[in-house]
């Protein structure tokens, strides 16, 4: 490339390169096979907590391999300056977060902190360089495993086999080794992607699509997700178009297209053979009818993310700052709001989410980042780089849509950055490697790196090992025995001290316990919400626990009052929030008693009638 002078010892194939590459290769081998396969029900958070873990562990050998090839931004200059740029904004939302300390694991269901999402621009770069270097045969082996267990699972829950009993409200639908049956659907969208490398042959070409896209139709049908539907037939539909761009022969057009198609009728019979086809007919038939009320309140929830985002434009509020904000800042709103406060953890659309968590430059170096990746791919493959990249193209497509109507899960969310990467690659491999003026030498690199990968992999297993403490303490609160829940928590917390959860259901199964009688529990839920309050900084019900904790120590209207304000600025549109927050006012000033209402798993307050004793 004229203009760019050449490190030719760095292009040489030495050994430490070669080592990085290997831990780039088994970092990936893990998102792709482990991460969308992996679940735990002996687990508190039998889903997402896991993957969360199993994308660390992950990143770690990526991380450190990338810095022994030497090359960890992209060569590409537009496509280098964009992930800086991402990674810049990252680090500024989570510096400027409403919550710095919980932003770094994220909220309990989707889990999109720093690290999640740091893992995520880490398995994207890695993806680039593996790919720009030549993608080792067994890895499309690797990406099967994790379709083929989900697939296994999915049949598994399609025919009633399920062994465990999912408390997850959409449960009656296959929600396979994801944990929801949209985020399912994504997954299944996103693995035909896989179907665009490169495989030896054109009859196992030919089979490994129409093997993904069986897969693809029978559990998006099993997860009866509507959108998913769509996303499939908007693969097909631009299918022709990609073909078009990409400039590749028509002569092997047709084939793929029926390997495909053949794919997804296969899936499809397979589907009605298990009642899952009837089941997406009975939901398809229903959204035309707009018999549910899912669609108007998905537009509410966009409605209330994007009063939100107009609050803190420039940097968000921090990476899955959004359940935190949204109550603060969303106006009035209809449809399921009208009848309970709906926790937003996400928006259900990636791109208000990334706006509300990142900020808006954060979501345009994010889209910047796509763009220059998918222009890379797309410039080469009109060159003939590869034939099948257009379905690639379309399967990345495909996903991008669905996201907009659906939160992300995080093993789509990892195969759709490693999916992008290795398009990036395809530009990136054409391009001389130029002279870094800062280049480490491999011992230093790994020194470098190597601390980091150490904490990545530390705090996956103590997230499994506080996790089951977790799901210890649960247990132990439905059976009424608050002390060995608050211990269990206070464990929990202790061995990973970023969980807002944790640190907030400790000292609500105090608050519990002390609504029995017990003074001593009492005062230490107050203290456990002060310190809660430093660390984490609190959320409505929080400030409501503090009052509770506050009235049922006997303690006077003026420490009390200025939690219950708090409760109401936190939430100044919830459901019941001034009902609420004027029984506990009443409370403030005669005193009132509490009691644990099982049912509901509520420490409630009953103000003593005024001059009682």
């Avoid at 396969?37 to 990143?59: C, E, G, H, M, R």
């Avoid at 090359?71 to 740029?85: K, Y």
């Avoid at 257009?390 to 995080?410: E, K």
């Amino acid at each position: 490339m004229p203009g760019v002078p050449l490190d030719r010892r760095a292009m040489e194939p030495v050994p430490t390169r070669a080592l990085g590459i290997v831990l780039i290769a088994i970092g990936l081998g893990i998102a792709v096979a482990a991460a969308p396969a992996a679940f735990a029900p002996w687990l508190y958070d039998d889903f997402t907590l896991i993957k969360q873990s199993v994308l660390l562990v992950a990143a770690a050998p990526t991380l450190v391999g990338l810095a022994l090839t030497g090359e960890v931004l992209p060569r590409q200059r537009g496509l280098r300056i964009a992930v800086m740029a991402w990674v810049v904004m990252l680090v500024l939302s989570m510096a400027t977060a409403l919550d710095a300390r919980g932003s770094v694991l994220g909220v309990y269901q989707y889990r999109q902190g720093f690290l999640t999402q740091a893992a995520m621009v880490v398995l994207f770069l890695g993806a680039l360089r593996l790919a720009a270097e030549g993608l080792p045969r067994w890895f499309m082996a690797a990406a099967g495993t994790g379709v083929a267990l989900c697939v296994a699972y999915t049949l598994v829950q399609a025919v009633g086999a399920d062994p465990f009993d999912w408390w997850i409200d959409t449960s009656d639908r296959a929600i396979g080794t994801i944990g929801n049956a949209n985020e399912l659907a994504a997954y299944a969208v996103v693995w035909l992607g896989f179907a665009g490398l490169r495989v030896r042959g054109e009859r196992r070409a030919l089979a490994v699509m129409a093997a993904l896209a069986a897969g693809a139709a029978f559990v998006v049908l099993e997860s009866e997700s509507r959108s998913g539907l769509l996303a499939l037939a908007m693969i097909v539909v631009l299918m022709p178009v990609a073909w078009w761009l990409a400039k590749a022969p028509w002569a092997r057009f047709g084939p793929r297209v029926a390997a495909l198609a053949g794919g997804i009728a296969l899936g499809a019979a397979a589907s009605f053979a298990t009642g899952g086809l009837d089941g997406s007919a009975t939901r398809i038939q229903a959204g035309v009818a707009r018999q549910e009320t899912s669609g108007s309140t998905r537009i509410e929830l966009w409605k209330g993310t994007v009063a939100t985002i107009g609050a803190s434009p420039l940097t968000g509020f921090g990476p899955d700052g959004l359940a935190l904000a949204f109550p603060r800042h969303r106006p009035e709103l209809d449809a399921a709001f009208d009848d309970y406060d709906l926790v937003a953890q996400s928006s259900h659309n990636w791109a208000l989410d990334t706006m509300a968590n990142l900020g808006i430059p954060g979501f345009v170096a994010l889209t910047a980042v796509m763009v220059f990746a998918a222009w890379g791919s797309v410039r080469e493959g009109r060159r003939g780089a590869s034939v099948d990249a257009p379905i690639t193209w379309c399967a990345l497509a495909g996903y991008g849509a669905l996201t907009m109507v659906n939160p992300v899960s995080l093993a789509a969310q990892a195969c759709f950055f490693v999916l992008l990467g290795i398009a990036a690659a395809e530009r990136e491999r054409e391009l001389p490697r130029p002279v870094s003026r800062i280049r480490l030498r491999a011992p230093v690199a790994a020194m470098t790196t190597a601390p980091a990968a150490l904490a990545l992999l530390s705090i996956a297993a103590l997230q499994v090992a506080a996790d089951a403490r977790a799901d210890d303490a649960w247990t132990a609160t439905a059976e009424g025995d608050f002390a060995t829940a608050a211990a269990k928590y206070e464990e929990a917390t202790n061995l990973v001290p970023f969980s807002r959860r944790y640190a907030s259901e400790h000292a609500y199964a105090l608050l519990a316990r002390g609504s029995t009688g017990d003074t001593e529990a009492l005062r230490a839920a107050n203290d456990a919400y002060a310190r809660f309050d430093d660390l984490f900084g609190m959320e409505s019900g929080d400030a409501i626990a503090r009052a509770t904790a506050l009235i049922g120590l006997g303690r006077p209207e003026s420490q009390v009052r200025p939690f219950i304000e708090r409760a109401r600025r936190l939430n100044p549109h919830g459901v019941y929030i001034d009902a609420y927050t004027a029984i506990l006012e009443e409370a403030a000033r005669n005193g009132g008693t509490l009691r644990y209402v099982e049912k509901d798993r509520w420490v409630a307050v009953t103000p003593k009638p005024s001059g009682g004793n």
